[in-house]
Nanobody
């Protein structure tokens, strides 16, 4: 069974950095598109960044220039480097991976940015 597991969340001060990882297990085939989503309290889930299997990326306007998504296909892992964090970046960050037309979600990791 394909599973995604996130790690790297935590508490950081405004202006700081964190790196999130999302590792896929249960498959030897590289995921197709992988993405990071986030959901803050009382808000809808939103796409943060997405990367295709060939490395094409897109970002939410609110994180452009601060966040960078990347992936290591050999490890079937996606990363989200988050710099210049702001309190409004506080949310549960979840990883989404697509394989053969099916979406798989991780359980999420909490990122808290203090002012």
């Amino acid at each position: 069974q394909v599973r995604l597991g996130e790690s790297g969340g935590g508490l950081v001060q405004a202006g700081g950095s964190l790196r999130l990882s999302c590792a896929a297990s249960g498959t030897i085939i590289s995921m197709n598109a992988m993405g990071w989503y986030r959901q803050a309290p009382w808000k809808e889930r939103e796409l943060v960044a997405r990367i295709t299997s060939d490395g094409s990326t897109n970002y939410a306007d609110s994180v452009k220039g601060r966040f960078t998504i990347s992936r290591d296909n050999a490890k079937n892992t996606a990363y989200l480097q988050m710099n210049s964090l702001k309190p409004e970046d506080t949310a549960v960050y979840s990883c989404l991976g697509n394989l053969f037309g099916r979406d798989y979600w991780g359980k999420g990791t909490l990122v808290t940015v203090s002012s």
